[in-house]
């Protein structure tokens, strides 16, 4: 009974360390978005307090930059990025996993190799290709990078739920004269809820945090993410820090609200089938 005890105190500890770990460097950027410059240097542990309290680095991102269109432009590109994503790897997920055909595992193994191989390795290629379309510094084209991005991972966490299914369930419908798309949008797509909560955390996290992409795609501040348009504020001799830490700050309150949106459905996608 101690021995169990000491365990489960032991995990909780470690649980404890890693949170404080993953949130400290986060709970440091936006504390010290609301302090000013000589306290961000004198002070970064400490909270703000009505002496170094300030607010200028979120007047100057405001005031000084296109942070509203910045921001649009990733909200566009991350949810519609991720909307395909959910719904061309569900739907290639129920191809692979329902019908049986010549060079299925073939195509299979071709999209695993996506996980395997990083994308930004083919960066030149994938350039020149959006320059010879006329994609060059549009929103499309970083649409169709992170949905080329995002397909393989998703089609293999999806496969595998689409396994679990039971069979009974399309053969009943199908006895019943169902055409398959209405078997796949009415009977499989929400059985797969808490898979496609976890790949569309697993996919939104990349796209809304990725610079390397719209740094060589994007030329205009029309086109610019949030995470590109902070670098405005980076220069090589001066650094602008107050709107670095706000810009940042912005830039987190997303993500942070997204898992909580989806984190129920998340942990059940990661636990599903742990427990039989």
């Known amino acids: 009974m101690f021995n169990q005890r000491a365990q489960i ?19 440091l950027v936006v504390m010290n978005s609301f302090k000013a ?15 170094t309290f300030s607010l200028i680095g979120y007047a100057k991102v405001f005031s000084a930059s296109h942070v509203g ?13 991720m909307g395909l994503v959910l719904l ?31 994308i930004r390795l083919g960066s030149v290629a994938i350039l020149t290709m959006m320059r010879k379309a006329g994609l ?3 929103l499309t084209a970083l649409i169709l990078v992170y949905i080329a991005q995002g ?18 369930l399309r053969d009943a ?23 496609i909560a976890t790949v569309a955390v697993f996919t939104i996290v ?5 610079l390397w992409f719209p740094l060589i795609l994007t030329s205009s501040d029309s086109t610019h993410t949030i995470t590109l348009g902070v670098q405005q504020f980076l220069g090589q001799y001066i650094t602008d820090w107050n709107s670095v830490l706000a810009a940042l700050s912005m830039a987190i309150l997303p993500v942070v609200a997204i898992y909580v949106i989806f984190s129920r459905q998340l942990i059940s996608g990661l636990t599903a089938g742990a427990v039989k």
């Open 88 to 118: 061309f790897g569900a739907m290639a997920a129920w191809a692979l996993t329902e019908y049986r055909f010549r060079g299925s595992t073939a195509l299979a193994l071709f999209l695993s190799i996506g996980i395997m191989v990083p």
């Open 136 to 138: 060059n510094d549009t």
């Open 206 to 210: 990349p796209i809304w945090n990725d």
């Open 151 to 168: 397909l393989p991972l998703s089609i293999f966490i999806l496969s595998e739920f689409v396994q679990q299914i039971p069979k009974d």
């Open 9 to 27: 105190v032991g995990v909780h500890i470690i649980l404890i360390a890693y949170c404080a770990l993953a949130l400290g460097p986060i709970l």
């Open 173 to 195: 419908a199908r006895c019943d004269g169902v055409p398959e798309t209405r078997i796949f949008f009415e009977v499989i797509a929400p059985l797969l809820r808490p898979a």
């Open 69 to 81: 269109t910045y921001f649009m432009n990733s909200l566009i590109v991350t949810l519609v990025s």
């Open 37 to 51: 410059r000589k306290a961000i240097f004198g002070a970064p542990l400490a909270p703000p307090d009505a002496t």
